[in-house]
């Protein structure tokens, strides 16, 4: 069964370094998106991405994070310069369904991020 | 103001014994719902949505749009349901699914 892959599964950074997260959303699907759950809270939406462009984006998703889909396959969350308050599990997503309704979301492993 | 409550971060039964967990959500408009299950060491998946109206693994969810509340049911809970479980309404059509925080649930032997 197509599954939705995550790397790094945990990445130890120091605050203010670049970090890039890496995911291999399913073959077919269409929306791909990154959501984000600090330890002991919520998951989080953090960003949308369709048809080569971003399509939603949250409040957290300020210019220190960027999205890519490099070469039709990988998808890409980058934080320019880390802070100790990027520390999470950062989840990627992808779905297959177009529409005004959302289908069902397909998730990675996550990836931890540790920011020391 | 778009928000989801799940009231319990932790939900402890016994196997066997009925178990509902709670979803209460304020949005306006018709919204899609969604419970996620993480089991242990396991990713996000889906376990049921209200469009559908399934049951599955036993459970089910009833969409009460005068109470807003989209509880997940299952009237003998099993080990195997130990998990952690949120409730997602879709936020529209942007596909920002706004989630609760959560509720963990324990089924003890």
């Known amino acids: 069964e197509p599954e939705v892959t995550q790397t790094p599964s945990h990445q130890v950074t120091q605050m203010g370094q670049e970090v890039i997260l890496r995911c291999v959303p399913i073959?077919?699907?269409?929306?791909f998106y990154w959501y984000r759950q600090i330890l002991g809270q919520k998951v989080e939406f953090l960003v949308s991405?369709?048809?080569?462009?971003?399509?939603?984006k949250s409040e957290i998703f300020d210019d220190q994070f960027s999205v890519e889909r490099p070469d039709g396959s990988n998808f890409t969350l980058k934080i320019r310069s880390t802070k100790l308050e990027d520390s999470a599990m950062y989840f990627c997503a992808s779905t297959e369904r177009q529409g005004g309704l959302a289908g069902e979301l397909f998730f990675g492993e996550g990836s931890r991020l540790t920011v020391l | 103001a778009q928000r989801v409550t799940q009231p319990e971060k932790l939900l402890s039964v016994f196997k066997g014994a009925p178990v509902e967990l709670k979803c209460n959500y304020s949005?306006?408009?018709?919204?899609?719902l969604f419970w996620y299950v993480q089991y242990s060491r396991q990713r996000l998946q889906l376990l049921l949505r209200?469009?559908?109206?399934?049951s599955i693994k036993g459970f089910t969810a009833d969409l009460n749009k005068g109470e807003t509340s989209f509880h997940l049911k299952k009237p003998f809970a099993q080990e195997e349901d130990s998990a952690m479980y949120y409730c997602?309404?879709?936020?529209?059509?942007?596909?920002?699914?706004?989630w609760g925080l959560g509720t963990s649930l324990a089924v003890n032997p």
């Open positions: 209200h469009i559908s109206r399934e």
């Open positions: 991405f369709y048809n080569n462009e971003i399509s939603e």
């Open positions: 949005y306006s408009g018709s919204p899609e």
């Open positions: 073959s077919n699907h269409l929306y």
């Open positions: 997602a309404p879709n936020a529209g059509n942007n596909r920002k699914l706004i």
